[in-house]
């Protein structure tokens, strides 16, 4: 296939060599029992990655056929206001940033509160590869393979209690290593939540690499969100807390323009932003000039609606967007 996830490698990752793809043994997701996995997750093939682990590679619904987009390109053209506003800002000024060491405050409604170290949240045995669509809600879109565990595992990890209905996202915001932070572009920090149900969806990722190396620092190192089904502003970057919550948490930005960011924003393309129609987006995949990305219809859902239209049957997506 062309633009095929070898093809990207061998182009573009030289350093990660092309693994003979092999069976793994099981898959190797922790027990939230009542988000069982599809029967195929137990039959995954296993790449190695370029760190010397291994990861199980999810077939469909979780590796997309489409063509993906160029590694330079997913990782050039960025929204990360944290590092300026331009598209490109966040590969020219994100490279100070420092990831290691890094740890993830675990507050509200848990057990007990507690202060993880990336690993002991995202253990490497659990770790996935994913090829995703990326819809970003100013109608360009991304295929990208991404390397990550399921968010269920690591909230399992947590111990919320059986009030917790919401959890919510903090990134870091120094103004010290992030110099649009000294702006006041956003409210700092960005605040991304989800409603308990849709962050155990088995789809929901946290998200430690993309194309078999770690996660670039435009892309949100060393950890950010995946929803995949959502526009793409809900998929947070640089993630240093989680907390869970009884009532709906404010997030960034519906706090600033409610009539154009949704809490939920799930991509529909019935639904027009207030300045542009969604219903076609700019595919930035392929060999192609990003300027002339071709135009492709957008997806109920971002094409995902078989595995997570069900968790809105009781909302008129139209109001609650
Ligand atoms: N912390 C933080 N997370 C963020 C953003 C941001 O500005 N800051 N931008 C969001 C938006 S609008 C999109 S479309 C995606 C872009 O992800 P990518 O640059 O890896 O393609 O990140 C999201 N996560
Ligand atoms: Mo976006």
């Not at 869970?244 to 323009?257: A, I, V, Y």
Request: hydrophobic share 35%; aromatic share 12%; glycine share 4%.
């Amino acid at each position: 296939m062309k633009n095929g996830l070898r093809d990207v490698l061998q182009a573009e990752t030289p350093e990660a060599v092309y693994m003979a793809r092999r069976r793994y043994l099981k898959w190797l997701g922790i027990a939230t029992a009542s988000w069982s996995l599809s029967a195929c997750a137990e039959q995954n093939d296993a790449v190695d990655i370029a760190d010397g682990t291994h990861v199980s590679v999810d077939s469909d619904p979780f590796t997309a056929e489409d063509p993906l987009t160029r590694f330079e390109d997913a990782t050039s053209y960025n929204n990360f206001y944290e590092f300026g506003t331009g598209k490109s800002d966040p590969r020219r000024y994100a490279g100070q940033l420092r990831t290691t060491p890094w740890e993830i405050e675990v507050s509200g409604m848990v057990e007990q509160p507690h202060t993880f170290s990336l690993t002991e949240l995202l253990p490497v045995e659990e770790r996935v590869e994913r090829v995703y669509r990326l819809r970003c809600v100013e109608a360009w879109s991304m295929v990208i393979p991404w390397i990550g565990v399921p968010l269920a595992n690591v909230i399992a990890r947590c111990r919320p209690t059986s009030e917790a209905r919401f959890v919510s996202f903090e990134s870091l915001a120094d103004p010290n290593q992030m110099p649009g932070v000294r702006s006041s572009a956003l409210d700092w920090p960005y605040t991304e939540a989800l409603r308990m149900d849709e962050a155990m969806h088995p789809l929901t990722l946290l998200a430690t690499g993309m194309y078999r190396r770690d996660l670039p620092a435009q892309n949100g190192a060393p950890i950010r969100l995946v929803v995949p089904w959502k526009y793409g502003f809900k998929s947070i970057k640089s993630i240093k807390r989680i907390r869970f919550t009884r009532e709906q948490p404010e997030t960034t930005w519906n706090r600033m323009q409610p009539s154009e960011y949704g809490f939920y924003a799930n991509v529909n393309p019935e639904v027009d932003h207030p300045r542009w129609s969604q219903r076609s987006e700019r595919r930035l995949a392929g060999d192609g000039n990003r300027a002339f990305a071709p135009r492709v219809p957008t997806l109920p859902f971002n094409g995902y609606a078989a595995q997570v239209a069900d968790l809105y049957r009781d909302m008129d997506l139209r109001t609650w967007f």
